[in-house]
């Protein structure tokens, strides 16, 4: 169990809001939810856009309340998602859940109303309009985004159709994959004894292969026994979307995931091709690892296993470590991203605690009206686990940056979120390797280095792949759970290049991801690595830039919410996303670490 003495290891949620089982939190959702019905009966009659009397006023009015209850929105649906992470057992936190998810057919109107509005206007008369005031100017992106994503809606009426049957529709299935997900345990062996254990406090990272490997089945054989349950879900997850995106027009099912990252389709492809053109560089990484854990070819669970040796493992770090070492390095880069870590650690903005009946995985989630983050996460006492926290920390300090701006610019797409969490553990990994002198001090940092890159290029690659290829075999029907363990291997080997053992792929890892079961955001895969490629690029900017860089950053962190992806990279570094020199110069990176692995493991 990790332990803490300077910095907490449970969160504070009490002082964002009354606990939810309370009946004072109970009189907050009927007063929202009676706000929020009387803004979508608003939303039916909004005025014209254009300039004539009155009509910038009203359109003024309405926003800010739209923006006051959007907040609103955001805050419920993260405390309660705290609550529920946290205890994922609790049967009055699932209800709640769903109970603000009876809510977004309400939200979904509003914003349909509002994209519609604007949708049928000229492009002139919409400039003019958006010239009027300097308010309606201030969030002209917001309103230039409305009106293209009226693009994604159905027409009126079938869209707030769909907003209500998605409550028991999609969004249920989705419940249904954190439910029973949640529920989940693993029976693993223990100093002699069978243990049960919530999924994400199982470990492939063990010293010994045969733990990780016994770890691995243990883990697998669980996910097994809910395989058809999941199934289900992912079948009508994305049988909605398809359905949707007929009616659309779409022209495949990458058309909104693209839309709702701000990003153009060539910059993904640019991405995809030079990806697959040289993570080859990742081979020689591969063959010395399996060397040097004494074995042919590396399975999927020796991918985290710790070097042998004077090496390896890295030694047990604790959670105040952790946080020292984090305020320390974000402090060096910027005094005022190591002021946010240190006040969001010791006001105890993250849940890390090592115990049963938590939900699996990590997770930063905002609270608009405070001006704070939760940052979400299992902390096991090692170098990864301090990783993580730096990415969560990255992706709370992106929403303190951005805490001034109107609210309608606060938010982000995810591939520039994902930007910011994994620079923030660049910059913790290059700090680390700074202050060492050893080579066997190095080489572990360096193959945590080289496992990220992994990562991002190999697993993130081979969701995409496996989320590309069973959308277009779900166009003629139900997949069955063997079918999709069936996409997700193949995925696996052209992802990894077919460089891992025979037997030791994982075709199930489909059942235990839970991205692939976020109903309100399609292929939440790519974001990862186009925001891991980013950040080495930007880091790498760095080094050349001087003390001006951290305000640079800055700058790009804002640029996030008030531009489209291409043109906030464009404005703030200079880099054309559209074009392989960018992304192949990201690689550069990856393979220079690969050489420097490579020569200190001799």
Same mark, same amino acid.
């Given at each position: 169990m990790a332990t803490a003495t300077e910095f907490e290891l449970t969160w504070d949620l009490d002082s964002l809001s009354p606990n939810p089982q309370t009946d004072e939190f109970t009189r907050i959702l009927d007063k929202f939810r009676d706000a929020l019905a009387a803004l979508a009966t608003a939303s039916e009659s909004l005025p014209a856009v254009d300039t004539a009397d009155g009509h910038v006023a009203g359109w003024l009015e309405f926003l800010g309340e739209y923006a006051r209850l959007d907040a609103q929105a955001t805050d419920l649906n993260a405390l309660v998602g705290c609550h529920a992470a946290a205890d994922a057992e609790n049967k009055r936190f699932q209800q709640l859940e769903a109970q603000l998810a009876s809510f977004e057919p309400l939200r979904a109107q509003v914003a349909t109303n509002v994209e519609f509005a604007l949708r049928g206007v000229s492009d002139g008369d919409f400039d003019g309009f958006v010239d009027a005031d300097a308010g309606l100017k201030e969030i002209g992106f917001f309103l230039a985004e409305s009106r293209r994503r009226a693009q994604l809606r159905l027409p009126k009426?079938?869209?707030?159709? /769909?907003?209500?049957?998605?409550?028991d529709g999609i969004h249920a299935w989705g419940r249904l994959y954190d439910r029973v997900s949640g529920e989940l345990r693993v029976r693993v062996m223990e100093r002699g004894e069978i243990v049960e254990k919530s999924p994400g406090q199982i470990q492939l990272d063990a010293r010994e292969r045969s733990v990780r490997e016994?770890?691995?089945?243990? /883990?697998?054989?669980?996910?097994?026994?809910?395989?058809d349950t999941c199934a289900d879900a992912l079948n009508h997850i994305s049988g909605t979307r398809l359905t949707t995106y007929r009616r659309l027009g779409l022209q495949d099912h990458l058309d909104a995931p693209l839309r709702y990252s701000h990003m153009q389709r060539q910059t993904l492809d640019s991405m995809w091709s030079v990806i697959s053109e040289r993570k080859n560089v990742l081979l020689p990484y591969f063959e010395r690892k399996a060397q040097l854990l004494g074995i042919e070819r590396l399975s999927w669970f020796d991918?985290?296993?710790?070097?042998?040796?004077?090496?390896?493992?890295?030694?047990?770090?604790?959670?105040?470590?952790?946080?020292?070492?984090?305020? +320390?390095?974000?402090?060096?880069?910027?005094? +005022? #991203?190591?002021?946010?870590?240190?006040?969001?650690?010791?006001?105890?903005?993250?849940?890390?605690? +090592?115990?049963?009946?938590?939900?699996?995985?990590? #997770?930063?989630?905002?609270?608009?009206?405070?001006?704070?983050?939760?940052? #979400?996460?299992?902390?096991?006492?090692?170098?990864?686990?301090? /990783?993580?926290? /730096?990415?969560?920390?990255?992706?709370?300090?992106h929403s303190h940056v951005l805490r001034e701006q109107p609210l309608f610019l606060q938010d982000y797409p995810m591939n520039l979120a994902e930007t910011a969490s994994t620079f923030a553990e660049a910059v913790l990994a290059e700090r680390r390797l700074d202050v060492l002198d050893s080579s066997q001090e190095q080489l572990p940092i360096l193959d945590s280095m080289l496992s990220d890159a992994v990562a991002f290029l190999m697993n993130i690659h081979a969701r995409f792949i496996f989320e590309d290829n069973f959308h277009c075999e779900r166009h003629d029907g139900e997949l069955s759970a063997e079918r999709f363990s069936e996409i997700m291997l193949a995925a696996q080997k052209e992802a990894y290049l077919d460089a891992l053992d025979e037997n030791g792929w994982y075709p199930g890892f489909w059942i235990s991801k839970l991205h692939f079961y976020i109903s309100s955001l399609p292929f939440y895969n790519f974001p990862y690595t186009f925001g891991y490629l980013l950040s080495l690029g930007v880091y790498a900017a760095s080094q050349n830039s001087g003390d001006e860089f951290p305000e640079q950053y800055r700058q790009l962190l804002i640029a996030t919410g008030c531009q489209e992806t291409e043109?906030?990279?464009?404005?703030?570094?200079?880099? +054309?996303?559209?074009?392989?020199?960018?992304?192949?110069a990201s690689l550069d990176v990856v393979e220079q670490r690969v050489e420097r692995f490579l020569a200190l493991s001799q």
């Open positions: 009426e079938q869209e707030l159709l /769909a907003a209500d049957l998605a409550v016994n770890n691995f089945h243990a /883990a697998d054989k669980a996910w097994g026994e809910i395989a991918l985290l296993a710790p070097l042998p040796g004077p090496a390896g493992p890295q030694k047990e770090l604790s959670y105040d470590e952790a946080c020292r070492l984090i305020i +320390d390095t974000f402090t060096r880069f910027s005094p +005022d #991203f190591g002021d946010f870590a240190r006040h969001a650690l010791e006001k105890r903005w993250i849940e890390a605690e +090592d115990r049963g009946g938590k939900r699996q995985g990590g #997770f930063c989630t905002g609270f608009p009206t405070k001006q704070q983050s939760r940052i #979400f996460m299992t902390f096991t006492n090692t170098q990864d686990s301090m /990783a993580t926290l /730096a990415h969560e920390l990255g992706h709370a300090y043109e906030a990279v464009q404005s703030t570094f200079g880099h +054309d996303l559209s074009g392989p020199a960018f992304w192949s």
